[in-house]
Nanobody
Framework: VQVVESGGGLAQPGGSLRLSCVAS????????MSWARQAPGKGLEWVSG????????YYLDSVKGRFTISRDNAKNTVYLQMNNLKPEDTALYYC??????????????WGQGTLLTVSS
């Protein structure tokens, strides 16, 4: 199992950025996927999740209305579109695949992460 995140970088407050995560080594279209983040000096925080067919999405309250998760099963890729970014969104963002088609179960593997810094 391998998941590789990309798309992080420096963004200004109020700006936008899209993260991507390409997965391999498992049947992508069968599994729920999630994004999580770890801010400097803090623990891992789940951010968003999506069911295998994209029929349901889930968000941390603090990102609702600003972040949108989506997936392209033909490309084995999950995305996180982040709008109206805030300095408190600064973190290392990880993508992970769940063992089953539910975001309430454990994550089998997290990637290496991609760093987002929100600063003026």
């Amino acid at each position: 199992v391998q998941v590789v995140e990309s798309g992080g970088g420096l963004a200004q407050p109020g700006g936008s950025l899209r993260l991507s995560c390409v997965a391999s080594g498992f049947t992508f279209s069968d599994k729920a996927m999630s994004w999580a983040r770890q801010a400097p000096g803090k623990g891992l925080e789940w951010v968003s999740g999506i069911k295998s067919d994209g029929s349901a999405t889930y968000y941390l309250d603090s990102v609702k209305g600003r972040f949108t998760i989506s997936r392209d099963n033909a490309k084995n890729t999950v995305y996180l579109q982040m709008n109206n970014l805030k300095p408190e969104d600064t973190a290392l963002y990880y993508c992970g695949n769940h063992n089953y088609d539910t975001v309430y179960g454990p994550v089998d593997a997290w990637g290496q992460g991609t760093l987002l810094t929100v600063s003026s």
